[in-house]
């Protein structure tokens, strides 16, 4: 099977954030990035499907130079190639802009199967991938928690997640769309021979025009959304902060429990 | 003019017909405010097989009308269905804003019928104001740690998805007199499944009901590995508390799935809630905020679970869940 795999490199939010000069993002300054969490799980199904099938994955992105260290990530655990959407009309897209843009890239070679994370980390639309079976006519499901290729390549039977633990088993006819949940298997760590190998693999750097698309159909200038401003979230009242070392501050917690909540 | 809104709702198959999930009242109330923004009303979009008495009950709620897509082609939920159905229904009508619940199912879709009929898509809001002659919208990022305020530019409609909890179901008001039913007036022999349903499956048999528990300690990422969770199921034991988790606990192999609390595992609502290394993305948030009183302990002050959270303390777990059983067992004179 050849199999594109859509990644997208996000900050990562364990560590501090803080809000950038303008208000209208994150000072990105001092941000660490990674692969986004459910990117990372799509990667590794791909990989092990085309393991499965003698086939091979080509990964996606779209981003600034920065994003070349996701895809040499990706490139070292396996994927054959990359593409790079690499243009400043690329930039600032939801998810309708996104998807146009990378369906696009995709379109220009054959491919059986298209994964995607089902949610990128930062910016959380939950629908880019959605966006791209669209553009190309194809079947999708979200929140894929297991895929089985069934009578050679021609369907797949997957299994999406539902709320309150429940899994829904749904056939799919290929080429389709699957946006992976976090969860699906266990992503592989890079070697140090696939570390040196991914050197040698092929990263394509293509613009809005390699693609024929035009520059106002996608990024900020094609999108339906802007982000005005980004602030910390509003709370409710907020929690009765305890301080002082360990000791202290379990004695004065439990103190609390007991005589204001009387919950022990 | 003022503004159309519509508010699709989302029907799922019970006993004698079908029935509204609860989201889809929030839905109702939602778009019956962005509506009265400008002195209109909404209107609700249901679609299925056998609606009549559903419609009957949605037409209680202040509505401009209900439409329905009633057909045996729309009784099991496919994107495929629900788009084909709804896409010339969004052509012909041409409403301002279509409020979806924010729900694992309308996330399958509803990005689909947006790229399907060429309308805008603003995923999971949480609120929205008029400010400075147009309405800025509020929705988490960051997996909660953040929050953007969004503009909606440009022409044309715009799906609008809302997050669980944000307008109350009970603020869908009732009607002076029942809004009309009418059909959505689309083809609906048109309608096409793009995937075959094979079936729903319980993941991993539920074999814990935390509901039921009174007290629950769930521990999250911050825990850093199973090998570390001894002192977790100390606390535990001295509380008298249920282990429960958030997703990546589970994703890592740390505890078992029927462990798992929030939106893909179980919603409880104990007396003491005790979340150690949990930050609280919104999916685990939804699954626990009903708790009577909720600590947070994390080392993170910026975490959003402390948004929720009744008490909280920022430090090392691993120095503060030993101390707090000891604490713990001091105070209930097992010490």
């Not at chain 2, 609860?22 to 839905?27: T, Y």
């Not at chain 2, 679970?305 to 105070?331: K, N």
Request: aromatic content about 4%; hydrophobic content about 45%.
């Amino acid at each position: 099977m050849r199999i594109a795999v859509c990644i997208k490199q996000v900050p990562n939010t364990e560590a501090r954030l803080r809000i950038g000069k303008d208000g209208r993002w994150l000072n990105e300054e001092d941000l660490q990035f990674v692969i986004n969490e459910s990117d990372e799980y799509a990667l590794e199904e791909g990989l092990k499907l085309a393991e499965a099938s003698g086939g091979e994955v080509v990964v996606f992105t779209l981003g600034p130079e920065r994003v070349r260290d996701a895809l040499r990530k990706a490139l070292a655990v396996g994927a054959a190639r990359a593409v790079h959407l690499k243009d400043p009309a690329f930039e600032g897209g939801d998810a309708l802009a996104t998807g146009r843009a990378l369906a696009a890239a995709i379109r220009r070679e054959a491919f059986d199967l298209v994964l995607t994370g089902s949610q990128s980390d930062d910016l959380g639309y939950g629908g880019t991938g959605s966006v791209v079976a669209g553009e190309l006519g194809w079947p999708h499901a979200w929140l894929v928690m297991g895929v089985e290729i069934e009578a050679g390549g021609k369907s797949a039977k997957v299994t999406r997640e539902m709320e309150s633990g429940m899994n829904e088993i749904v056939r799919l006819s290929l080429p389709a769309v699957l946006e992976v949940q976090a969860g699906i298997n266990h992503p592989r760590y890079a070697s140090l021979k696939g570390i040196m190998a991914a050197k040698k693999k092929e990263t394509a750097e293509v613009t809005a025009s390699d693609l024929g698309l035009d520059p106002a159909t996608v990024g900020a200038a094609g999108s339906r959304l802007a982000i005005v401003s980004v602030s910390l979230p509003e709370g409710g009242a907020g929690a009765q902060m305890i301080e002082g070392d360990a000791q202290a501050a379990a004695k004065t917690l439990v103190e609390r429990l007991q005589k204001e909540a009387r919950v022990i | 003019m003022p503004r159309k809104v519509w508010a699709v709702l989302q029907v799922r198959a019970a006993e004698g017909g079908a029935e509204v999930a609860r989201m889809s009242w929030e839905a109702i109330a939602a778009a019956q405010r962005l509506a009265a923004l400008d002195g209109g009303k909404a209107a609700a979009v249901i679609l299925g097989s056998g609606l009549g008495a559903l419609a009957e009950q949605v037409a209680k709620k202040d509505l401009a009308a209900v439409y329905t897509a009633d057909a045996p082609a729309l009784a099991a939920y496919t994107p495929g269905a629900y788009v084909s159905a709804l896409a010339p229904a969004l052509a012909a009508g041409k409403p301002d804003l279509v409020v979806f619940p924010h729900s694992y199912q309308s996330v399958d879709y509803v990005p689909r019928l947006a790229q399907a009929a060429g309308t805008g898509l603003l995923p999971e809001v949480t609120g929205f104001a008029e400010e400075g002659g147009g309405l800025v919208w509020t929705r988490p990022i960051l997996g909660g740690k953040m929050q953007a305020k969004v503009r909606i530019q440009g022409e044309g409609t715009v799906l609008v998805s809302v997050q669980a909890g944000s307008f109350p179901a009970d603020g869908a008001a009732d009607g002076a007199s029942p809004a009309p039913v009418e059909p959505l007036g689309v083809d609906l022999s048109t309608v096409k499944a793009d995937r075959e349903v094979l079936g729903v499956e319980r993941v991993g048999g539920e074999k814990i009901d935390l509901t039921k528990a009174d007290v629950i300690v769930a521990v999250g990422r911050g825990v850093g590995g199973a090998d570390k969770l001894g002192p977790v199921e100390e606390l535990a034991k001295a509380l008298g508390a249920e282990i429960g988790a958030s997703r990546p606990v589970i994703d890592n192999g740390w505890l078992p799935r029927d462990r798992q609390i929030g939106s893909s595992g179980q919603t409880v609502a104990p007396r003491l809630y005790l979340a150690v290394g949990i930050s609280g993305a919104i999916q685990h948030l939804v699954g626990m905020k009903g708790s009577a009183t909720i600590v947070a302990i994390n080392k993170d002050p910026g975490a959003p679970i402390f948004t929720v959270a009744d008490y909280g303390i920022v430090g090392d777990l691993h120095e503060l869940v030993p101390a707090l059983t000891v604490a713990v067992r001091e105070a209930k004179g097992q010490g």
